[in-house]
Protein backbone atom coordinates (compact mmCIF):
# COMPACT_ATOMS: atom_id res chain seq x y z
CA UNK A 1 0.00 0.00 0.00
CA UNK A 2 1.18 3.42 -0.55
CA UNK A 3 3.23 4.90 2.09
CA UNK A 4 1.54 8.63 3.16
CA UNK A 5 5.12 10.70 3.54
CA UNK A 6 3.12 13.71 5.04
CA UNK A 7 3.57 13.70 8.82
CA UNK A 8 0.91 16.20 10.61
CA UNK A 9 -2.74 17.38 10.04
CA UNK A 10 -4.18 17.52 6.45
CA UNK A 11 -5.61 20.92 5.12
CA UNK A 12 -8.99 21.28 4.92
CA UNK A 13 -10.08 22.27 1.24
CA UNK A 14 -11.06 25.92 0.06
CA UNK A 15 -14.75 26.92 0.51
CA UNK A 16 -16.69 26.30 -2.85
CA UNK A 17 -17.64 29.86 -2.94
CA UNK A 18 -14.52 31.50 -3.10
CA UNK A 19 -13.72 29.55 -6.11
CA UNK A 20 -16.85 30.57 -7.66
CA UNK A 21 -15.96 34.78 -6.83
CA UNK A 22 -12.43 33.94 -7.84
CA UNK A 23 -13.46 32.76 -11.34
CA UNK A 24 -16.60 35.84 -11.59
CA UNK A 25 -14.08 38.46 -11.37
CA UNK A 26 -11.29 37.14 -13.68
CA UNK A 27 -14.11 36.59 -16.14
CA UNK A 28 -15.29 40.69 -15.54
CA UNK A 29 -11.32 41.64 -15.82
CA UNK A 30 -11.03 40.18 -19.24
CA UNK A 31 -14.28 41.55 -20.55
CA UNK A 32 -13.30 44.70 -19.45
CA UNK A 33 -9.61 44.60 -20.91
CA UNK A 34 -11.51 43.17 -24.51
CA UNK A 35 -13.32 46.12 -24.30
CA UNK A 36 -10.58 48.57 -23.88
CA UNK A 37 -8.99 46.70 -26.57
CA UNK A 38 -11.47 46.91 -29.23
CA UNK A 39 -12.12 50.64 -28.12
CA UNK A 40 -8.26 51.41 -28.57
CA UNK A 41 -8.69 50.16 -32.14
CA UNK A 42 -12.11 52.28 -32.87
CA UNK A 43 -13.62 48.91 -33.03
CA UNK A 44 -16.14 49.34 -30.18
CA UNK A 45 -17.18 52.03 -27.27
CA UNK A 46 -20.13 50.86 -24.93
CA UNK A 47 -21.89 54.05 -24.10
CA UNK A 48 -22.03 53.00 -20.59
CA UNK A 49 -18.55 52.26 -20.08
CA UNK A 50 -16.25 55.11 -20.41
CA UNK A 51 -12.69 55.17 -21.08
CA UNK A 52 -10.72 55.85 -17.77
CA UNK A 53 -9.42 59.18 -17.65
CA UNK A 54 -5.34 58.24 -18.07
CA UNK A 55 -6.59 56.80 -21.00
CA UNK A 56 -8.67 59.45 -22.90
CA UNK A 57 -7.52 60.62 -26.30
CA UNK A 58 -5.33 64.17 -25.93
CA UNK A 59 -4.24 66.43 -28.78
CA UNK A 60 -0.75 67.10 -27.27
CA UNK A 61 0.69 69.74 -29.77
CA UNK A 62 4.55 69.29 -30.72
CA UNK A 63 6.48 71.13 -28.22
CA UNK A 64 8.09 73.80 -30.07
CA UNK A 65 11.94 74.59 -28.38
CA UNK A 66 12.27 77.81 -26.26
CA UNK A 67 14.87 80.20 -28.23
CA UNK A 68 17.71 81.19 -26.38
CA UNK A 69 18.05 84.89 -25.60
CA UNK A 70 21.07 85.41 -27.93
CA UNK A 71 19.07 84.33 -30.77
CA UNK A 72 16.30 86.45 -29.93
CA UNK A 73 18.53 89.36 -29.53
CA UNK A 74 19.94 89.12 -32.86
CA UNK A 75 17.08 89.37 -34.14
CA UNK A 76 16.15 92.45 -32.39
CA UNK A 77 19.06 94.12 -33.45
CA UNK A 78 18.08 93.45 -36.99
CA UNK A 79 14.73 94.77 -36.68
CA UNK A 80 16.11 97.46 -35.50
CA UNK A 81 18.72 98.28 -38.01
CA UNK A 82 15.78 98.01 -40.75
CA UNK A 83 14.42 100.36 -39.10
CA UNK A 84 11.23 98.50 -37.49
CA UNK A 85 11.68 99.78 -34.20
CA UNK A 86 8.00 98.82 -32.77
CA UNK A 87 8.96 95.08 -33.50
CA UNK A 88 12.59 95.18 -32.26
CA UNK A 89 11.03 96.37 -29.13
CA UNK A 90 8.56 93.30 -28.81
CA UNK A 91 12.05 91.23 -29.28
CA UNK A 92 14.10 93.13 -26.35
CA UNK A 93 11.71 92.83 -24.14
CA UNK A 94 11.04 89.43 -24.40
CA UNK A 95 15.09 88.83 -23.94
CA UNK A 96 14.35 90.95 -21.05
CA UNK A 97 12.08 89.10 -19.60
CA UNK A 98 14.14 85.98 -19.93
CA UNK A 99 17.67 88.16 -18.57
CA UNK A 100 16.19 90.58 -16.12
CA UNK A 101 19.58 91.29 -14.77
CA UNK A 102 21.13 91.80 -18.09
CA UNK A 103 21.94 95.29 -18.43
CA UNK A 104 22.50 95.61 -22.14
CA UNK A 105 19.23 94.35 -23.15
CA UNK A 106 17.27 97.82 -21.66
CA UNK A 107 19.90 99.59 -23.17
CA UNK A 108 19.18 98.44 -26.86
CA UNK A 109 15.51 99.35 -25.81
CA UNK A 110 16.77 103.29 -25.46
CA UNK A 111 16.86 104.36 -29.01
CA UNK A 112 13.98 102.36 -30.78
CA UNK A 113 11.81 104.30 -27.69
CA UNK A 114 13.19 107.20 -28.26
CA UNK A 115 12.33 106.74 -32.43
CA UNK A 116 8.58 105.86 -31.67
CA UNK A 117 8.26 108.86 -29.37
CA UNK A 118 7.79 106.71 -26.37
CA UNK A 119 10.64 109.35 -24.32
CA UNK A 120 9.54 108.21 -20.52
CA UNK A 121 9.83 104.41 -21.47
CA UNK A 122 13.18 105.31 -22.91
CA UNK A 123 14.31 106.93 -19.39
CA UNK A 124 13.04 103.85 -17.34
CA UNK A 125 14.82 101.67 -19.45
CA UNK A 126 17.93 103.85 -19.72
CA UNK A 127 17.89 103.92 -15.48
CA UNK A 128 17.56 100.39 -15.60
CA UNK A 129 20.82 99.57 -17.88
CA UNK A 130 22.54 102.21 -15.08
CA UNK A 131 20.90 100.51 -11.81
CA UNK A 132 22.34 96.85 -12.89
CA UNK A 133 25.57 98.53 -14.31
CA UNK A 134 26.97 101.64 -13.57
CA UNK A 135 30.29 101.04 -14.67
CA UNK A 136 29.76 100.69 -18.36
CA UNK A 137 30.17 104.12 -20.34
CA UNK A 138 27.04 103.01 -23.36
CA UNK A 139 24.75 102.89 -20.06
CA UNK A 140 25.80 106.65 -18.98
CA UNK A 141 25.57 108.21 -23.21
CA UNK A 142 22.31 106.37 -23.34
CA UNK A 143 20.56 107.79 -20.70
CA UNK A 144 21.97 110.85 -21.26
CA UNK A 145 20.52 110.75 -24.60
CA UNK A 146 17.13 109.98 -23.43
CA UNK A 147 16.71 113.28 -20.99
CA UNK A 148 18.04 114.96 -23.61
CA UNK A 149 14.66 113.81 -25.71
CA UNK A 150 13.10 114.38 -22.40
CA UNK A 151 14.39 118.16 -22.66
CA UNK A 152 15.62 117.68 -19.60
CA UNK A 153 19.37 119.10 -20.61
CA UNK A 154 21.22 119.63 -17.76
CA UNK A 155 21.22 116.44 -16.41
CA UNK A 156 22.17 114.94 -19.51
CA UNK A 157 25.02 117.01 -19.99
CA UNK A 158 26.10 115.91 -16.88
CA UNK A 159 25.77 111.66 -17.94
CA UNK A 160 27.10 112.94 -21.31
CA UNK A 161 30.13 114.17 -19.54
CA UNK A 162 30.19 111.36 -16.78
CA UNK A 163 30.54 108.64 -20.07
CA UNK A 164 33.26 110.30 -21.74
CA UNK A 165 35.13 110.56 -18.57
CA UNK A 166 34.80 106.63 -18.02
CA UNK A 167 35.55 105.52 -21.66
CA UNK A 168 37.63 108.90 -23.63
CA UNK A 169 37.45 107.27 -26.66
CA UNK A 170 33.14 106.37 -27.25
CA UNK A 171 32.32 107.88 -30.28
CA UNK A 172 29.08 107.74 -28.98
CA UNK A 173 29.30 108.99 -25.94
CA UNK A 174 30.85 112.05 -27.46
CA UNK A 175 28.00 112.28 -30.00
CA UNK A 176 25.77 112.44 -27.43
CA UNK A 177 27.70 115.39 -25.81
CA UNK A 178 27.53 116.98 -28.70
CA UNK A 179 23.70 116.37 -29.05
CA UNK A 180 23.22 118.05 -25.77
CA UNK A 181 25.80 120.83 -26.20
CA UNK A 182 23.65 121.85 -29.26
CA UNK A 183 20.39 121.80 -26.97
CA UNK A 184 22.00 123.96 -24.67
CA UNK A 185 22.37 126.71 -27.40
CA UNK A 186 26.26 126.34 -27.09
CA UNK A 187 27.04 125.41 -30.89
CA UNK A 188 30.76 125.85 -30.21
CA UNK A 189 31.03 123.05 -27.92
CA UNK A 190 28.27 121.00 -30.19
CA UNK A 191 30.58 121.07 -33.33
CA UNK A 192 33.53 120.22 -30.98
CA UNK A 193 32.27 117.20 -29.25
CA UNK A 194 30.47 115.79 -32.92
CA UNK A 195 33.68 116.05 -34.22
CA UNK A 196 35.68 114.20 -32.06
CA UNK A 197 33.21 111.62 -32.14
CA UNK A 198 33.57 111.48 -35.97
CA UNK A 199 37.24 110.93 -35.52
CA UNK A 200 36.59 108.15 -32.70
CA UNK A 201 34.73 106.50 -35.41
CA UNK A 202 34.02 107.53 -38.88
CA UNK A 203 31.08 104.95 -39.09
CA UNK A 204 28.91 106.14 -36.55
CA UNK A 205 25.62 107.08 -37.77
CA UNK A 206 24.91 108.53 -34.62
CA UNK A 207 28.39 111.03 -34.37
CA UNK A 208 27.51 111.84 -38.59
CA UNK A 209 23.83 113.07 -37.40
CA UNK A 210 24.64 115.04 -34.44
CA UNK A 211 27.75 116.57 -36.69
CA UNK A 212 24.70 117.87 -38.96
CA UNK A 213 22.74 119.15 -36.23
CA UNK A 214 25.52 121.13 -34.84
CA UNK A 215 26.31 122.40 -37.92
CA UNK A 216 22.40 123.59 -37.81
CA UNK A 217 22.47 125.07 -34.33
CA UNK A 218 25.03 127.12 -35.84
CA UNK A 219 23.45 128.37 -38.95
CA UNK A 220 25.60 125.88 -41.54
CA UNK A 221 22.63 124.63 -43.34
CA UNK A 222 24.13 123.80 -46.40
CA UNK A 223 27.34 121.92 -44.62
CA UNK A 224 24.64 120.20 -42.14
CA UNK A 225 22.90 118.57 -45.05
CA UNK A 226 26.19 116.85 -46.33
CA UNK A 227 26.60 115.30 -42.50
CA UNK A 228 22.94 113.99 -42.67
CA UNK A 229 23.67 112.48 -45.97
CA UNK A 230 26.29 110.81 -44.73
CA UNK A 231 24.51 109.19 -41.49
CA UNK A 232 22.07 108.40 -44.04
CA UNK A 233 24.25 106.08 -45.85
CA UNK A 234 24.87 104.40 -42.53
CA UNK A 235 21.49 103.85 -41.65
CA UNK A 236 18.58 104.21 -44.99
CA UNK A 237 15.99 103.08 -42.85
CA UNK A 238 15.76 105.50 -40.06
CA UNK A 239 12.99 108.28 -41.15
CA UNK A 240 14.42 111.13 -38.34
CA UNK A 241 17.61 111.45 -40.64
CA UNK A 242 15.91 112.06 -43.67
CA UNK A 243 13.44 114.43 -41.49
CA UNK A 244 16.57 116.15 -40.35
CA UNK A 245 17.82 116.22 -43.83
CA UNK A 246 14.53 117.78 -45.64
CA UNK A 247 14.62 120.28 -42.68
CA UNK A 248 17.40 122.00 -43.75
CA UNK A 249 16.49 122.03 -47.40
CA UNK A 250 13.38 124.06 -45.87
CA UNK A 251 15.47 126.14 -44.02
CA UNK A 252 17.56 127.08 -47.18
CA UNK A 253 13.89 127.65 -48.91
CA UNK A 254 14.85 124.21 -51.40
CA UNK A 255 11.36 123.19 -51.20
CA UNK A 256 11.94 120.51 -53.76
CA UNK A 257 14.21 118.58 -52.20
CA UNK A 258 12.84 118.84 -48.86
CA UNK A 259 9.56 117.06 -50.20
CA UNK A 260 11.45 114.83 -52.04
CA UNK A 261 13.35 113.60 -49.02
CA UNK A 262 9.87 113.32 -47.08
CA UNK A 263 8.42 111.51 -49.63
CA UNK A 264 11.55 108.86 -49.10
CA UNK A 265 11.27 108.52 -45.56
CA UNK A 266 7.10 107.86 -46.07
CA UNK A 267 8.16 104.88 -47.65
CA UNK A 268 10.18 103.22 -45.12
CA UNK A 269 7.98 104.95 -42.45
CA UNK A 270 4.53 104.94 -43.95
CA UNK A 271 2.83 105.00 -40.36
CA UNK A 272 5.13 107.82 -38.97
CA UNK A 273 2.67 110.63 -37.85
CA UNK A 274 5.95 112.96 -37.91
CA UNK A 275 6.59 112.18 -41.61
CA UNK A 276 3.13 113.14 -43.14
CA UNK A 277 3.59 116.42 -40.04
CA UNK A 278 6.94 117.51 -41.99
CA UNK A 279 5.63 117.07 -45.20
CA UNK A 280 2.45 119.28 -44.87
CA UNK A 281 4.73 122.04 -43.08
CA UNK A 282 6.63 122.02 -45.87
CA UNK A 283 4.33 122.32 -48.68
CA UNK A 284 2.48 124.78 -46.31
CA UNK A 285 5.73 126.69 -46.33
CA UNK A 286 5.68 126.55 -50.11
CA UNK A 287 2.60 128.09 -50.26
CA UNK A 288 1.03 124.54 -51.17
CA UNK A 289 -2.08 124.77 -48.55
CA UNK A 290 -4.26 122.48 -50.29
CA UNK A 291 -1.28 120.00 -50.10
CA UNK A 292 -0.47 120.80 -46.62
CA UNK A 293 -3.91 120.63 -45.40
CA UNK A 294 -4.31 116.95 -46.66
CA UNK A 295 -0.98 115.98 -45.31
CA UNK A 296 -1.80 117.44 -42.00
CA UNK A 297 -4.58 115.66 -41.78
CA UNK A 298 -3.15 112.46 -42.89
CA UNK A 299 -0.60 112.84 -39.54
CA UNK A 300 -3.77 113.21 -37.33
CA UNK A 301 -5.62 110.04 -39.00
CA UNK A 302 -2.10 107.74 -38.25
CA UNK A 303 -1.60 108.83 -34.50
CA UNK A 304 -5.08 110.94 -33.28
CA UNK A 305 -3.17 112.92 -30.55
CA UNK A 306 -0.40 114.05 -32.56
CA UNK A 307 -0.16 117.71 -30.88
CA UNK A 308 2.24 119.22 -33.78
CA UNK A 309 0.16 118.33 -36.37
CA UNK A 310 -2.81 120.11 -35.05
CA UNK A 311 -0.89 123.25 -33.95
CA UNK A 312 0.62 123.48 -37.71
CA UNK A 313 -3.03 122.73 -39.04
CA UNK A 314 -4.64 125.67 -37.14
CA UNK A 315 -1.23 127.93 -38.81
CA UNK A 316 -2.55 126.87 -42.07
CA UNK A 317 -5.80 128.01 -41.27
CA UNK A 318 -4.70 130.75 -39.80
CA UNK A 319 -3.22 132.20 -43.26
CA UNK A 320 -6.11 131.44 -44.70
CA UNK A 321 -7.96 133.60 -42.56
CA UNK A 322 -10.53 130.08 -41.83
CA UNK A 323 -11.05 131.27 -38.04
CA UNK A 324 -13.39 128.95 -37.29
CA UNK A 325 -10.78 125.67 -38.10
CA UNK A 326 -8.12 128.20 -37.04
CA UNK A 327 -9.66 128.10 -33.62
CA UNK A 328 -11.02 124.34 -33.64
CA UNK A 329 -7.54 122.71 -34.44
CA UNK A 330 -5.53 125.05 -32.30
CA UNK A 331 -7.69 124.05 -28.78
CA UNK A 332 -7.47 120.87 -29.96
CA UNK A 333 -3.21 120.59 -29.78
CA UNK A 334 -3.82 122.61 -26.76
CA UNK A 335 -5.95 120.60 -24.99
CA UNK A 336 -3.80 117.29 -25.58
CA UNK A 337 -0.89 119.23 -23.93
CA UNK A 338 0.41 122.13 -26.68
CA UNK A 339 1.97 124.92 -24.73
CA UNK A 340 3.18 126.95 -27.52
CA UNK A 341 3.30 130.74 -27.39
CA UNK A 342 1.73 131.32 -30.81
CA UNK A 343 -1.46 128.74 -29.79
CA UNK A 344 -2.38 131.34 -27.46
CA UNK A 345 -1.73 134.85 -29.78
CA UNK A 346 -3.19 133.35 -32.78
CA UNK A 347 -6.08 131.53 -30.99
CA UNK A 348 -6.70 135.18 -29.16
CA UNK A 349 -6.71 136.99 -33.11
CA UNK A 350 -9.10 134.00 -34.32
CA UNK A 351 -11.72 134.71 -31.47
CA UNK A 352 -11.53 138.66 -32.67
CA UNK A 353 -11.84 138.01 -36.04
CA UNK A 354 -14.80 135.66 -34.82
CA UNK A 355 -16.55 138.92 -33.02
CA UNK A 356 -15.70 136.87 -29.45
CA UNK A 357 -13.49 139.77 -27.94
CA UNK A 358 -13.99 137.81 -24.45
CA UNK A 359 -12.37 134.92 -25.39
CA UNK A 360 -9.55 136.88 -27.41
CA UNK A 361 -8.87 138.59 -24.86
CA UNK A 362 -8.76 135.37 -22.13
CA UNK A 363 -5.87 133.91 -24.77
CA UNK A 364 -3.79 137.05 -25.40
CA UNK A 365 -4.06 137.41 -21.91
CA UNK A 366 -2.22 133.86 -21.41
CA UNK A 367 0.19 134.68 -24.38
CA UNK A 368 1.05 137.71 -22.30
CA UNK A 369 1.44 135.54 -19.24
CA UNK A 370 4.50 133.61 -20.89
CA UNK A 371 5.93 136.11 -22.87
CA UNK A 372 5.27 139.70 -22.63
CA UNK A 373 8.24 141.20 -24.75
CA UNK A 374 7.22 139.02 -28.04
CA UNK A 375 6.19 140.59 -30.79
CA UNK A 376 3.80 138.95 -32.19
CA UNK A 377 2.14 138.81 -28.73
CA UNK A 378 2.30 142.49 -28.59
CA UNK A 379 0.66 142.65 -32.31
CA UNK A 380 -2.08 140.12 -31.24
CA UNK A 381 -3.16 142.73 -28.03
CA UNK A 382 -2.68 145.93 -30.41
CA UNK A 383 -5.48 143.91 -32.44
CA UNK A 384 -7.81 143.33 -29.28
CA UNK A 385 -7.28 147.21 -28.63
CA UNK A 386 -8.25 148.22 -32.48
CA UNK A 387 -11.26 145.60 -32.42
CA UNK A 388 -12.58 145.46 -29.10
CA UNK A 389 -12.01 148.26 -26.95
CA UNK A 390 -14.42 151.17 -27.66
CA UNK A 391 -12.76 154.19 -28.30
CA UNK A 392 -13.67 157.23 -25.58
CA UNK A 393 -16.30 159.79 -26.62
CA UNK A 394 -14.86 163.25 -27.24
CA UNK A 395 -15.79 165.73 -24.87
CA UNK A 396 -18.23 168.86 -26.16
CA UNK A 397 -16.06 172.36 -25.43
Known sequence: MPVDLYIGPKKRGAPWWQGCLLSVLILIIGAYAIVLLLASRGVYVAENIPLPEQLQPTATPTPTPTEMPGT????????????????????????????PLNDVVY??????FLLTRKTEEAVQAARRALQLNDQRAENLTLLAEALDWQANYVEALDFALRATELDPNSSLGWAIVAEVYADLNNPTRALQAAQK????????????????????????????????????????????????????????????????????????????????????????????SGRAIAQLKKAIEVEPNYEVAYGHLGHVYFVQQDWQGTVNQLEKAIQIGGTRLEYYYKLGIAYINL???????????????????????????????????VAPTPRKK
Open 355 to 389: KDCARGKQWIDKAITVNSQDQAVLGAYSWYQQHCE
Open 107 to 112: AKMVKP
Open 197 to 288: AVQLDDKNADAHRNLAYAYESRGSYRTATASYQRALELRPKFAYLYIGLARNYRILNNFKDSIATLQQALKIAPKDPQVYDELGWTYSLSGD
Open 72 to 99: RLQRADALYNDGQFEAALVEYQAVAGME
